[in-house]
Nanobody
Framework: QVQLVESGGGSVQAGGSLRLSCVATPYMYRYMTWFRQAPGKEREGVATIINGAGTYYADSVKGRFTISQDSAQKMMYLQMNSLKPEDTAMYYC?????????????????WGQGTQVTVSS
């Protein structure tokens, strides 16, 4: 049974930075993706890293967030810079072997418990 555990969330002021981490045990999936969900809103795909096929980002975070992974350590990261209050949400990492659309949460079957990010203005 694969488990995903996120860490690195916290409270920062607008313009600040945070780095989220996700450790996968015992292995990583081909699609490793960060999602977020704000109160009263649907869960949205933030960024994905596809083993051997690159990275993709939501338009709202392009140029500010960077996804990366260390396959040897089974770690995935999300470097978040220039944070905005609208980035406030619970952030989840998720994995799947194959999805039709990387940003659709229904395609993922392994989820972490989430880590809270709060950005104040």
């Amino acid at each position: 049974q694969v488990q995903l555990v996120e860490s690195g969330g916290g409270s920062v002021q607008a313009g600040g930075s945070l780095r989220l981490s996700c450790v996968a045990t015992p292995y990583m999936y081909r699609y490793m993706t960060w999602f977020r969900q704000a109160p009263g809103k649907e869960r949205e795909g933030v960024a994905t890293i596809i083993n051997g096929a690159g990275t993709y980002y939501a338009d709202s975070v392009k140029g500010r967030f960077t996804i990366s992974q260390d396959s040897a350590q089974k770690m995935m990261y999300l470097q978040m810079n220039s944070l905005k209050p609208e980035d406030t949400a619970m952030y989840y990492c998720a994995g799947a072997s194959m999805v039709r659309y990387w940003s659709e949460s229904r395609g993922y079957y392994i989820w972490g418990q989430g880590t809270q990010v709060t950005v104040s203005s």
